[in-house]
C-alpha cells in the first residue's frame, strides 16, 4: 500500500484548508486510514481516523468539530477537511493506514503499517 498526502500550506488562523491522501495498492474494507500530525519537537499525535468500510473513530479532543474526515472509495482518497484553524494546528499531516485495527489501537501511531510522506500545514498571520 502506497499513501501520498497533499494539500498542505500556509493559511491564516481561522481559515480552511483540506488535506487529501492517495492510496494504490491492495487496500480493502478491513483497512482503517488516519490523518496523524508531528509539530517540532513534540510527538506524532492522532487527529482522525475512518474505516474503510464506514465506520468511524472518535476525532481528537484537540479536533472536534473543527476537522472532519471522509472517504470516497471509488477513488481510494481519504480527506481532512480542517476548518477554524488555529496556529497550534501548525504540524506536519501524516496520513497512514492499517489493516484489521480494533477500536482501541486505532489512536496509536504504532498500529499503522504504512505511512504516506506527510505534508507541511502552518497557521500564521
Known amino acids: 500500500v502506497q499513501l501520498q498526502a497533499s494539500g498542505g500550506g500556509l493559511v491564516q488562523p481561522g481559515g480552511s484548508l483540506r488535506l487529501s491522501c492517495a492510496a494504490s495498492?491492495?487496500?480493502?474494507?478491513?483497512?482503517?486510514v488516519a490523518w496523524f500530525r508531528q509539530a517540532p519537537g513534540k510527538e506524532r499525535e492522532f487527529v482522525a481516523a475512518v474505516d474503510l468500510s464506514g465506520g468511524t473513530t472518535p476525532y481528537a479532543d484537540s479536533v472536534k468539530g473543527r476537522f472532519t474526515i471522509s472517504r470516497d472509495n471509488a477513488k481510494n482518497m481519504v480527506y481532512l477537511q480542517m476548518n477554524s484553524l488555529r496556529p497550534e494546528d501548525t504540524a506536519v499531516y501524516y496520513c497512514?493506514?492499517?489493516?484489521?485495527?480494533?477500536?482501541?489501537?486505532?489512536?496509536?501511531?504504532?498500529?499503522?503499517?504504512?505511512w504516506g510522506q506527510g505534508t507541511q500545514v502552518t497557521v500564521s498571520s
Open positions: 497512514s493506514a492499517g489493516s484489521s485495527l480494533i477500536l482501541s489501537r486505532k489512536r496509536l501511531p504504532t498500529a499503522y503499517d504504512y
Open positions: 495498492g491492495r487496500t480493502g474494507s478491513r483497512f482503517t
